[in-house]
């Protein structure tokens, strides 16, 4: 039986939503991944601040986020990052960094902004499984629901904040 996209076959069983993740799932893990690095507790205010956006706007890519087991959000707003959200986003990272330093040339001049907006685009069209593929054969695809939260500070990681040209977030 065939099903739309985003919707498992058997809707009783549990699995990761095979919606391919959009440019802007991708910017908001990476939100939450940077926020992690120095905020052991993350909340949606804090993203939406980070990235100027509505709280409405965060809660509901929290929710696409938590379908595809990346995050997971405590009854009393706190974001935590699963195993699998902190291995796709260092992956997405390091995609973004290639394509960054690889960018095609194009006939305009581009700002940083324009430069990181489209990279995130390239990246984000890659397949899902290009972010989440070693991860699923490590541990399998499901192994994100059996995941208890992790709060994560990884100092060998520059923080995506303090960005110099070249770097998007």
Sequence with gaps: MCCRAGEA????????????????????????YEVSQT????????IAEKLNVTKPSVV??????????M???EHYGKIYLT???IFVARAVKEQLETVLANF???????????????????TSALPERAFTGAYDRMFG????EDTEAVSFHDSS??????HSPGECF
Excluded: F, Q, W
């Design 60 to 69: 509901r890519i929290m929710n696409l986020l938590m379908d595809h087991g």
């Design 9 to 32: 076959e058997n809707p009783d069983e549990k699995s990761v939503i095979s919606m391919e993740l959009t440019p802007a799932h991708l910017r908001y893990l990476l939100a939450i």
């Design 71 to 73: 995050i997971v959000k």
């Design 83 to 85: 195993d699998r959200g």
């Design 39 to 46: 905020h052991l507790d993350i909340c949606s205010r804090s």
């Design 157 to 162: 990681i520059k923080s995506l904040s303090n």
């Design 141 to 144: 695809p499901d192994a994100s």
């Design 104 to 122: 095609p040339p194009v006939k305009i001049d581009l700002t940083e902004e324009e430069r990181c907006t489209a990279a995130l685009a390239l």
